[in-house]
């Protein structure tokens, strides 16, 4: 049996990994709070864009890892059509999940079926990468640990939808994506560390590509669509922000113009008017 090395590279894949999961999970939660502030095709824009958050995201974190995995006695290709699926897979599944939520009438319902759909995602993504895996030798799997880095899945997509649902503040946040980074990477070194591989030393050229033909650059441009999306995101007006810049900027009512005086008459004018003095009348001497 070959000896696995999960981090031939020291702490870097691992430490990189983990802020890469910490990133989709922080975009993923961000573009849903904004999802639930909206409705119609604003709503939907939203949601879709933490769905490609989230599963670019895990999928980036997964492989990035998997840049520190080795085997002795084999080297390890990848095959790219089943490598692209799981990216499809990751992206699809977990849209299905926060579109759960995003249009449930009744939110706990949507929060169930949608952690429930998402950690399935996210497990389908890893072992469907898994698969891709291309070596001299054969892959088991202890069920067991399997079993548990499923639960640990869900649980994590869960928790994660449940943030979304009620934590705003961006400081709450940015606690929650770190959590969920974390729950995300405990699932994959735990499905990790279920993996057995009996190698078998040949010398035919092992099908696929080399992570480094591959998986790296796919990563670095997973990675900086990642950090597109957060300058997107972070320069994009909440509801909140977009109702104080209509009011600001909507004219006030101009002022009332001022009346005119009318024309003032005494009441001796209008009532009693001047009549002619006949001069053959005398007038009374005092």
Same mark, same amino acid.
């Given at each position: ?65 998997? @840049?520190?995995?080795?085997? #002795?006695? *084999?080297?390890?290709?990848?095959? /790219?059509? $089943?490598? =692209?699926?799981?990216?499809? +897979? %990751? ?41 891709? @895996?291309?070596?001299?030798? #054969?892959? *088991?799997?202890?069920?067991?640990? /399997?079993? $548990?880095? =499923?639960?640990?899945?869900? +649980? %994590? ?130």
């Amino acid at each position: 049996m070959g000896h696995l090395d999960h981090a031939t590279f020291g702490w870097l894949t691992p430490v990189l990994s983990y802020t890469m999961a910490c990133i989709g999970a922080a975009l993923g939660l961000r573009c849903t709070v904004r999802a639930l502030e909206t409705t119609g095709a604003s709503r939907r824009n939203w949601l879709l864009t933490a769905a490609s958050a989230i599963g670019t995201g895990i999928w980036t974190m997964h492989f990035v890892a998997m @840049l520190g995995f080795g085997v #002795t006695g *084999t080297d390890i290709h990848y095959d /790219v059509p $089943l490598t =692209v699926l799981s990216l499809l +897979v %990751a992206m699809l599944v977990v849209g299905g999940g926060v579109f759960a939520v995003g249009y449930a009438r009744d939110k706990l319902r949507g929060l169930l079926l949608g952690g429930l759909t998402t950690g399935l995602g996210v497990a389908s993504m890893h072992y469907l990468g898994m698969a891709a @895996l291309r070596l001299n030798g #054969t892959v *088991t799997y202890d069920p067991p640990l /399997v079993a $548990l880095s =499923v639960v640990i899945a869900v +649980v %994590a997509a869960t928790a994660a939808l449940w943030a979304a649902l009620h934590i705003t503040s961006p400081v709450a946040v940015t606690i929650a994506s770190l959590v969920m980074g974390a729950a995300v990477s405990s699932m994959h070194y735990t499905g990790m560390s279920a993996v057995r591989v009996d190698v078998s030393p040949s010398a035919n050229e092992l099908p696929g590509a080399t992570a480094m033909q591959f998986i790296f650059p796919l990563a670095v441009g997973l990675g900086s669509y990642l950090f597109l999306t957060a300058a997107f995101v972070a320069l994009s007006p909440t509801a909140r922000e977009r109702a104080e810049y209509a009011s600001a900027e909507r004219p006030a009512d101009p002022p009332a113009p001022p009346r005119e005086p009318g024309p003032t008459h005494t009441a001796t004018s209008a009532s009693s008017p001047t009549l002619p003095t006949d001069p053959r009348v005398p007038t009374a001497r005092s």
